[in-house]
């Protein structure tokens, strides 16, 4: 069964950090592409920023330079290093596992930049 699970949010000054995790299990494609999409109440879930398995990273322009991927040696979690958060940044963010012929979802983590 494959599950996605993001964490990693909370509550952050203007300015701060966080890294989000997301960490699939029960996938065994070698090919995959990681997204994180990011949602506010009433509005539609925006596209953040990507990665291939071969490495390729792409964002969005308004996190171009604030956020950064990563992966961990095993290649089962993927992080999102946000930095220099704004209050505009907060959202419910969500993590997307693309192989081919699927397309999994996490449940999202909540970032709130607030004072």
């Known amino acids: 069964q494959v599950q996605v699970v993001e964490s990693g949010g909370g509550l952050v000054q203007p300015g701060g950090s966080l890294r989000l995790s997301c960490t699939a299990s029960?996938?065994?494609?070698?090919?995959?592409?990681v997204s994180w999409y990011r949602q506010t109440p009433g509005m539609q879930r925006v596209w953040v920023a990507q990665?291939?398995?071969?490495?390729?990273?792409t964002y969005a322009d308004d996190v171009k330079g604030r956020f950064t991927f990563s992966k961990n040696i095993t290649q089962t979690t993927v992080y999102l290093q946000a930095t220099n958060l704004r209050p505009e940044d907060t959202a419910d963010y969500y993590c997307?596992?693309?192989?081919?012929?699927?397309?999994?979802w996490g449940q999202g983590t909540q970032v709130t930049v607030s004072q």
């Open positions: 997307n596992i693309k192989v081919p012929g699927y397309s999994y």
């Open positions: 029960g996938i065994s494609s070698s090919f995959y592409v």
């Open positions: 990665m291939t398995s071969a490495g390729k990273t």
